[in-house]
């Protein structure tokens, strides 16, 4: 019998019942209460998905397993390969960017890729580029060095005062801050300050003392030593400068008139000796304190 | 000659996977414009298969979510016709692993209003009333009885979709909506009994 019902009722739900059935369920009491409950449930229903349901599916998804899994992965892909080659590009460049420092006291010589020979001074610097070296030789200096160059091509020296392009062979460069000092020891040199430019041949010098005022020297000494540097009717300030930043002190004066001309040479590694050399030649007397050395008349 | 004899070789076989490949890649649920067809169609009735379940809204769209997440993991391996009962089974199996069982209470809208020359203020009050109490019925039936019921009445579904959900017999189903049925009945008279 509640087989029979169950049948009656799943047949009613599914609208299968003949019109003389559904008569004979009038008035029956269970159907009446299935009615009212099947009348009340039919007018219900629960929200609607929001729109924004199925982005924020797509947000909780697994990245890994998205549809553009391919893009990304290529974009991936492409974006690293950006990176390495940007890096490979830097670090190149980085490494054909060579730098070559002297401490203080310390003398060196470099080899350029074309033979060209530098002796570098104390506390000076040189940068080049070495991958580039064969089309482009092409110096920046800060400091004092000494060239002797193998001819070919334009071979230039940048400071800051100016730079120098040489013609043939062997010159020094004393540069610190804007003065510099550029002695040709043979061949010729051409010096570019400003919109000046000047030619220097064998035991002719130039010194720029600042932006508009250089003078040019002769010298006699035209054997360069390593470990000293040779200065020819120099401004004491000029010599003060080198020394300054050869043996990275600092010069103070009292009393000193420092456009007195200098005509000597001191040495690049012993301080001391440097001090005693000029002070005697310029008849000064000078107090050392630590890194701070002050001149003053005798 | 023998070199190109053996690069036919390889290249037939070749060729011909690939269209194996297209061939189900274009029926399976791995294309985005079908997946989006897929969460239009049954998004909203497994989002409230899991209402029935859990008693709330945000959690059974994350229950959904969830399931939906499992379709496309899995989408090579489901074609879009199987797509909504992979997706029911799945869902079913999801709250199936869930240990607690909190009690629900579930809460509908009404999609009609009450016409206008029924406004009697005690009619709507009985009204409102009664659907209080058969809330209240539903969410005391046993869980896959309600399942079925409100699977039924409410997202329209025959009694074989449920089956199929439920991964029983028709008979099982039938058997349970009316049993679902009677339980209301008996505790809407209860409650009436108890008043008067």
Redesign the interface.
């Known amino acids: 019998m509640n087989d029979n019902r169950e049948d009656i009722f799943i047949r009613w739900l599914n609208n299968e019942l003949t019109e003389g059935e559904l008569r004979e369920l009038d008035g029956d009491a269970e159907f009446e209460a299935f009615k009212k409950i099947n009348a009340e449930v039919e007018t219900w229903k629960l929200p609607a998905l929001e729109s924004e349901s199925y982005e924020r599916l797509q947000a909780k998804k697994d990245p890994g397993h998205s549809a553009k899994w391919y893009q990304t992965t290529y974009l991936k892909i492409a974006a690293s390969l950006v990176f390495v080659a940007t890096l490979a590009i830097y670090l190149v460049n980085l490494r054909s960017t060579v730098r070559i420092e002297t401490a203080t006291g310390e003398t060196r010589v470099v080899m350029l890729p074309d033979s060209t020979k530098i002796t570098l001074a104390p506390s000076s610097f040189i940068t080049y580029n070495n991958r580039k070296w064969v089309q482009n030789r092409q110096v920046e200096l800060e400091g004092s060095a000494y060239f002797d160059v193998v001819s070919g091509g334009n071979f230039e020296v940048a400071f800051e005062a100016g730079t120098v392009n040489v013609l043939g062979t062997e010159f020094e460069i004393k540069s610190f801050g804007n003065q510099a000092m550029i002695s040709c020891y043979d061949g010729e040199v051409s010096v570019n300050h400003g919109q000046n430019t000047m030619n220097l041949v064998r035991g002719k010098g130039l010194r720029i003392d600042n932006e508009d005022s250089f003078e040019q020297f002769q010298f006699e000494n035209l054997t360069w030593q390593i470990g000293y540097s040779k200065f020819q009717s120099s401004p004491l300030a000029f010599v003060f400068s080198s020394i300054e930043s050869t043996f990275n002190v600092t010069i103070e004066t009292e009393a000193v008139d420092e456009n007195r001309k200098f005509t000597g040479t001191h040495s690049t590694t012993d301080l001391d000796e440097a001090l005693q050399v000029v002070s005697q030649v310029m008849n000064l007397k000078f107090a050392k304190d630590r890194d701070h050395i002050i001149f003053s008349p005798n | 000659m023998n070199r190109y004899h053996n690069a036919q070789e390889t290249a037939t076989p070749r060729e011909s996977d690939r269209e194996i490949r297209e061939m189900t890649e274009d029926r399976t649920v ?3 414009m079908y ?2 067809q897929i ?2 169609t049954h ?2 009735a497994l ?2 298969f899991m ?1 029935y379940r859990c008693g709330d ?1 945000e959690k059974a ?1 994350d229950l959904a ?1 969830e399931a ?2 499992r379709l ?2 899995n989408c090579v391996k489901v074609l879009v016709e199987k797509a909504k009962s992979y997706l029911f089974t799945t869902a079913h199996r999801l709250f199936l692993n869930q240990v607690e069982h909190e009690k629900v209470v579930l809460q ?5 209003t009450t016409q206008l020359n029924q406004q009697d203020p005690e009619f709507l009050m009985e009204e409102k009333e ?2 209080k109490q ?1 809330e209240a019925a539903i969410s005391n039936l046993p869980e896959s009885q309600r399942e079925v019921f409100l699977l ?3 997202d329209k579904m025959s ?1 074989q979709e449920i089956a199929d959900i439920q991964e029983v017999s028709l008979s099982a189903v ?2 349970k ?2 049993k679902a ?2 339980k ?2 008996d505790s ?2 209860a409650l009436r009994d108890n008043k008067i």
């Open positions: 791995c294309n985005e997946y989006r969460y239009d998004g909203e989002r409230n209402y809204l769209e979510h939906f997440i496309w993991n509908f809208e009404k999609t009609v009664f659907k058969l039924h009445k409410i009694f039938h058997k909506m009316y049925m009677s209301l009945r809407l008279e």
